[in-house]
């Protein structure tokens, strides 16, 4: 059974740092793209970062660049999301989201909530 388990949130300060981490079971990790993605209360769930199979590229929306560090280790089945100097307006539920190569099977996390606030 695939199935992604984040970590990570809790309740953070303006200009703190959290790291999110998402391990996968059940799936050949290496064959799936990963992708953090948030959902704000009354916002649509949009894309934060994103990262290739092989770590090798990402990419990030234009709020986040800059603060947020996207990275995977294949060995250990998990993507990671440093975020710092965070911000109000970065509390959300944050996914973990992962796309297989070819087959274009999508796997998401239950979330984890972020909140930003002093």
């Known amino acids: 059974q695939v199935q992604l388990v984040e970590s990570g949130g809790g309740l953070v300060q303006p200009g703190g740092s959290l790291r999110l981490s998402c391990g996968a079971y059940g799936l050949t990790f290496s064959y799936y793209r990963m992708g953090w993605y948030r959902q704000a209360p009354g916002k649509e769930r949009e894309l934060v970062a994103g990262?290739?199979?092989?770590?090798?590229?990402?990419n990030y929306t234009d709020s986040v660049k800059g603060r947020f560090t996207i990275s995977r280790d294949n060995a250990k089945n998990t993507v990671y999301l440093q975020m710092n100097s965070l911000k109000p307006e970065d509390t959300a539920v944050y996914f973990c989201n992962g796309v297989r190569a070819f087959t274009k099977a999508e796997a998401w996390g239950q979330g984890t909530q972020v909140i930003v606030s002093s």
């Open positions: 990262i290739s199979s092989t770590g090798i590229s990402t």
